[in-house]
């Protein structure tokens, strides 16, 4: 992969995140093994060649390592004075001052403990100084540190330029070095990126949510600033509504060519997927009724309103995933002759073939449970913060793919805080949004559930000729 060639608006959209996580090649992507990152390097020195580059690219990975008591220092190259097109010199310094404050606030909500260093290089020409940036690096590094900076064919000059120089640095200290791609995801394409080097990070609920604060500090990027110079954008915002949904990825990635990263074990996961399942089994066995379901109006009215904003009188076939009791698969089968439900609990699946007798209720872990379909209709329904970011991403791309032409997918989530799970229900619902790639053809929000329902097709009016 060479970005030497690379031309590109960051004004245009771009490769979809709909298009990205389509690609099946994600399935094979290892996850990184965080806590043994601190074990092998306490110390983690973080390149970025402006002020935000780090916490969009890497910045759940950032809060994570930090709360697993890494030291990090960011040594951040330039102070991005020319991301606008501004009249004059004291414009530009201006603006490097308020890059800078935004990014010392925005790291002090990633990781409070954190050194920060500002080179002061000329922004768009890192080119012309590599030496100076491979310099600081062999300055601030140690045998035990890990090296984090901007992929070095990334296709901004600066990125790139930093990226060269902490390779160089490492190649000439010994030191493990790794990068993170931005502009990457915005040129390349699922059919032109080198899968083997990349690796996957599942950041934490936390992560996440600092990660957005983070971003939130960013508004010299965020809006139009400076002097139109009569172009077609003029002074357009830096970070676009491609690039946040970009940067608010429940994966981070890394991409590890010398293969120095450490990954998460297949046991691990495993461990988890059977933790998880005893965990569900448990509550059933404490009790008949664990997610309080029976007498419950909140639970009832839950059911009929996710029946409520399908799109259709009734489905040839229906997939439930994380069916729990089976209250509404026995309400599904009503809708359609052909219900297929999955839950992770045997208790559960049990439970749910007393409710609903006439559906094939089986024992499945999602993802690697979903029939392949096709399917008119998939539900998950409190279900996708019980999930890791991998998990989840998985489970909704099997889902579309089970999908049959003009089928419906279906999510309904708790939207109160979660306790103890991978995500929340905001979270999941967000991620969702970026897989579909539009918005979703019907949605409710309460203070208490969120549904959204993806489809394509006649809307009801228009299939019973009242348009």
């Not at 203070?447 to 809307?459: F, H, K, P, R, S």
């Amino acid at each position: 992969m060479s970005t030497e060639q690379v031309v590109f608006s960051r004004h245009d959209p771009g490769t979809s995140e709909r298009e990205w996580w389509a690609a099946p090649q994600w399935e094979d992507v290892p996850a990184l093994d965080a806590q043994e990152v601190v074990r092998r390097h306490p110390h983690v020195l973080v390149l970025a060649a402006h002020p935000d580059d780090e916490a969009i690219g890497i910045g759940g990975l950032l809060s994570d390592l930090a709360g697993l008591g890494a030291r990090l220092t960011v040594l951040l190259a330039t102070s991005g004075e020319r991301s606008h097109d501004l009249p004059d010199e004291d414009s530009r310094s201006a603006l490097a001052r308020a890059r800078r404050r935004e990014s010392e606030r925005a790291l002090l909500g990633l990781a409070p403990g954190a050194e920060i260093v500002h080179l002061g290089l000329p922004d768009t020409r890192v080119c012309d100084v590599e030496e100076v940036v491979a310099a600081a690096v062999a300055e601030r590094a140690g045998p035990d540190t890990l090296v984090l900076a901007p992929w070095f064919e990334d296709g901004h000059t600066d990125h790139d330029a930093v990226g060269r120089a902490a390779r160089a640095a490492a190649a000439a200290l010994g030191l493990a070095v790794a990068f993170y791609p931005l502009w990457l995801w915005h040129w390349s394409t699922p059919e032109s990126l080198t899968w083997d080097r990349l690796v996957a990070v599942e950041v934490s609920l936390t992560g996440c949510w600092r990660k957005r604060a983070a971003l939130a500090e960013f508004r010299s990027q965020t809006r139009a600033i400076g002097i139109p110079d009569g172009s077609e954008h003029g002074d357009a915002p830096v970070i676009t509504a491609e690039l946040q949904q970009r940067s608010t990825r429940l994966v981070e990635t890394l991409l590890d060519p010398r293969g120095v990263l450490p990954l998460r074990a297949a046991e691990v996961d495993a461990s988890r997927v059977a933790a998880r399942t005893a965990g569900f089994d448990e509550m059933y066995d404490q009790g008949g009724d664990p997610w309080r379901f029976s007498g419950s109006f909140y639970e009832q009215r839950r059911r009929a309103l996710v029946l409520s904003v399908l799109g259709r009188a009734s489905y040839d076939r229906v997939l439930e995933i994380g069916c729990a009791d089976g209250g509404l698969t026995r309400a599904l089968v009503e809708r359609s002759p052909a219900v297929t439900a999955l839950d992770t609990s045997a208790r559960a699946v049990h439970a749910a073939h007393a409710a609903a007798p006439t559906a094939s209720v089986s024992r499945g872990e999602a993802p690697t449970a979903i029939p392949a379909g096709p399917f008119d209709l998939v539900l998950l329904s409190e279900v996708g913060y019980f999930l890791s970011p991998l998990e989840l991403m998985a489970t909704l791309r099997r889902a579309v793919a089970s999908l049959a032409t003009g089928g419906e997918i279906l999510l309904c989530h708790w939207q109160h805080p979660t306790l103890g799970v991978p995500l929340d229900g905001p979270l999941v619902h967000e991620q969702a949004a970026a897989v579909m790639g539009r918005p979703p053809r019907a949605s409710y929000r309460d203070g208490d559930l969120a549904i959204d329902v993806w489809g394509e097709g006649e809307t009801l009016a228009q299939q019973e000729g009242r348009t």
